[in-house]
């Protein structure tokens, strides 16, 4: 039977951690989780699960270095198994999903499939995004990497036929105001830093405008589309008419810029863009 490598990379989660292993911790052949700089009790929390098989967590310090890619990289150089799976700290498998994800690892045979989920964001108003989805469990295989600063996407994964499971990841990060404005804040800083090393790249901008819009930076925003536009591939011309149809008609023009966020639940939701 294929083994799976459960991969997380985690900082300051001393309190999402323990509900998030607790929902999955038990379905996998091996625990890697990569700390970037806990100073709280999160590498302990980390250390004390066990895999299906009753083994404690391998725990790795990385030093942070404004990439999400980077420190992912490195959980994949620690993973084992035949298969990597990843969640987040504040990811949770209610027992529905646990149930469908036993079955699909029980399953798993194919190694040229790869297997979305759909992570479902709840936003401090209540409301409830639609599922997103994303490649969650892949083979591991040494020419798969990850890219980005923030919203990482796998690479040399071309080959592979995406299947989308039905399994669906709950995400309670946003369920706080003022942790999802940091979050933004930090996803605005971070693409700042990407586009300026891939000027070109058509996700890094699509994500910036749409970051700008969240902000309420207008005038930025379209700016950014421009550059998009300015690309002239299918590609950047869907990722740009999919901000205006989705995110520019959210612009209130009575306090000068301001995006109405209720409009925008579908799209602000972090995770992991294929490459």
Not at 134 to 159: C, S, Y
Not at 255 to 271: F, K, M, N, S
Request: proline share 4%.
């Amino acid at each position: 039977m294929p083994t799976v490598s459960l991969t997380m990379i985690v900082r300051d989660e001393q309190l999402n951690l323990p509900g998030c292993l607790q929902s999955c911790a038990d379905w996998f052949d091996e625990l890697v989780i990569v700390d970037t700089g806990s100073r709280d009790e999160t590498k302990a929390v980390a250390a004390a699960a066990r895999d299906r098989r009753g083994r404690a967590a391998r725990v790795f310090d990385f030093a942070w270095c404004d990439d999400f890619a980077a420190a992912r990289n490195e959980s994949l150089r620690h993973a084992t198994g035949d298969w990597v799976f990843w969640m987040d700290a504040d990811d949770r498998l209610d027992e529905t999903n646990r149930r469908k994800l036993a079955n699909l690892l029980a399953s798993l045979d194919d190694r040229s499939v790869g297997y979305e989920m759909g992570q479902v964001s709840q936003f401090p108003d209540g409301q409830v995004a639609p599922p997103f989805r994303q490649l969650r469990l892949f083979p591991r295989r040494p020419q798969l990497k990850w890219w980005g600063r923030i919203h990482e996407g796998l690479i040399g994964a071309a080959d592979l036929t995406y299947v989308n499971t039905g399994i669906h990841i709950w995400h309670v990060g946003y369920h706080d105001p003022a942790t999802l404005e940091a979050k933004s804040a930090r996803n605005l800083r971070l693409l700042e830093m990407q586009i300026a090393e891939t000027p070109r790249n058509a996700l890094v901008l699509f994500h910036l405008a749409r970051e700008y819009f969240i902000k309420g930076r207008a005038a930025e925003a379209f700016q950014t589309l421009a550059r998009l536009d300015a690309l002239g591939t299918d590609e950047a011309r869907s990722l740009a008419d999919d901000v205006r149809q989705r995110v520019a008609p959210s612009i209130d023009p009575r306090p000068a810029g301001q995006v109405r966020v209720e409009t925008l639940h579908g799209l602000t939701i972090g995770g992991t863009i294929i490459a």
